[in-house]
């Protein structure tokens, strides 16, 4: 009987330990595709004719310190600094004018600190624009690197 009970509480921890990894697992995927959603909410803000440094602010406080953004065909390699310094010349000549007015997410796949979207921007001028696909990596909670692969 003894054995029965031990193999019993043996079982039931077990089992509690599977169910929590599990719901840790669900966590962890939940925290990184929220990550994603305000990344693109906030970019989307910075594209309207009236966003403020603040809002291009908003969208580095989701990145890490060493924070890169990769886009081979628009130069390459680019740290943290330069992005930043990107955004506020293209915000302060008039770049950002609103006709972007949604991004649309179509598939996003999550794995291991990583997350690949496929989406598309939606524009005044064009509407539905041509399909992208980014990869995001993540480090401490934050957006580490991001991966252009259009």
């Keep these: ?58 969208i580095f406080n989701l990145f890490t310190k060493d924070f890169t953004y990769i886009h081979p065909k628009y130069g390459g390699l680019y740290i943290r600094e330069v992005l930043y310094k990107g955004y506020l010349r293209n915000q302060k000549n008039g770049r950002y004018d609103g006709d972007i007015t949604k991004i649309k997410i179509i598939n996003r796949i999550v794995g291991l600190n990583s997350v690949v979207v496929s989406r598309r921007y939606i524009t005044k001028k064009e509407g539905e624009g041509e399909l992208k696909m980014t990869l995001f990596e993540f480090k401490e909670g934050k957006i580490s690197k991001i991966f252009e692969y259009w």
């Design 1 to 58: 009987m003894k054995k029965i009970i031990k193999t019993l509480c043996l079982l039931l921890i077990t089992l509690g330990s599977i169910h929590s990894v599990k719901a840790q697992s669900i966590a962890h995927k939940d925290s990184l595709n929220i990550l994603v959603k305000t990344y693109y909410d906030l970019n989307l803000k910075v594209f309207q004719s009236d966003s403020t440094p603040l809002d291009v602010e908003n």
